[in-house]
């Protein structure tokens, strides 16, 4: 029986994923790294410093930089999207999401956040979001990001409850092989190609009914 339901939260709760593609795009072109939405594809889910070294090696940089400078360039990005999300507010939840955080809440089931994003508590601030979660991951505690299954498995640690009893949710390949490596039923949201692994995909978080994920689940 289904006890919990843990969200990513670039892609899924917010569209800061959004965010992190301008701001890394910038970067990239600064230091003469040529940037796609397709690349972008890799870095979801990915924390800072192992997305700056997709980065570098996609422009064949690998052994350009000292660590020091790429901890700089690794702050040069990050104090871009710290600017860029500034602009969230409660209105960004995307459609669907505070919906189906209601009716998890009405079902009694507990509900996580498994990002690997150290910005995580800001945005979820931003969102007013914070206080409808039973449990936050720090990612800052993370020593592997997605795809490991490290972030999935603290989630339900955190929460006391069965890997095998949860339910995630992501919008990012790395994001779902940690949720399947995590032994998690893996719900997908966006390209069903890009997230072939998931056992369900849909193409957008309005799509989103915790009665038909129930069903697939129970499956
Ligand atoms: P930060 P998620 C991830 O968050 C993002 O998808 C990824 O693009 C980002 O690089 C990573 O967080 C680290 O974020 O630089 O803010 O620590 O998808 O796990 O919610
Ligand atoms: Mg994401």
Known sequence: ELQAVIFDL??????????HYLA????????????????????????????????LALGGKENSYSDEEKLELAKQ???????LIKQVTP?????????????IHAKGLKIG???????AFAVMDSLQLRDSFDTIVDAAKIRNS????EIFLKAAEQLGVDPAACLGIEDAAAGVTSIKGAGMFAVGVGDSMTLAEADIVY????ELSLDQLLVQYQG
Request: net charge negative; charged share 30%; glycine share 6%.
């Open 113 to 119: 956040l498994a990002s690997v994003s150290k910005n």
């Open 10 to 19: 670039d892609g899924v709760v917010t569209d800061t994923a959004e965010y």
């Open 146 to 149: 997605k795809p490991d299954p």
């Open 203 to 206: 193409a957008s978080t309005a």
């Open 91 to 103: 209105d960004d939840v995307l459609p669907g999401i505070r919906e189906l955080i209601a009716d």
């Open 24 to 55: 890394w795009k910038a970067l990239g072109e600064s230091i003469g790294v040529p940037f796609t939405r397709e690349f972008n594809e890799e870095l979801k889910g990915v924390s800072r410093m192992d997305s700056l070294n997709k980065i």
């Open 77 to 83: 990005k990050n104090d871009h999207y710290v600017e």
